[in-house]
């Protein structure tokens, strides 16, 4: 079951909130997120209002030149 929660990393060091919201956009309707997180900040976190099977689909798809998505079940920001 896909979580409701993406996970970004590997993200531009020059990603904010805006490029996040863009990005994440094609998955639905964002309620929470935070970026620039991690060790190298370059990982963010975003919440959608709900569940859509597709994002399953995107587990470990590259985005851009570096950036990966991931979904993690049970994760709450």
């Not at 997120?33 to 590259?62: C, P």
Request: charged content about 20%; proline content about 3%; glycine content about 8%.
């Amino acid at each position: 079951m896909p979580s409701k929660v993406l996970h970004l990393r590997n993200l531009p060091w020059e990603c904010i909130e805006d490029g996040l919201v863009e990005l994440c956009r094609a998955f639905g309707k964002i309620v929470n997120s935070r970026s620039n997180v991690g060790a190298n900040h370059n990982q963010a976190f975003a919440e959608l209002i709900a569940v859509y099977a597709e994002i399953g689909t995107m587990r470990n798809r590259v985005v851009g030149d570096r950036g990966c998505v991931n979904c993690y079940d049970h994760c709450a920001l």
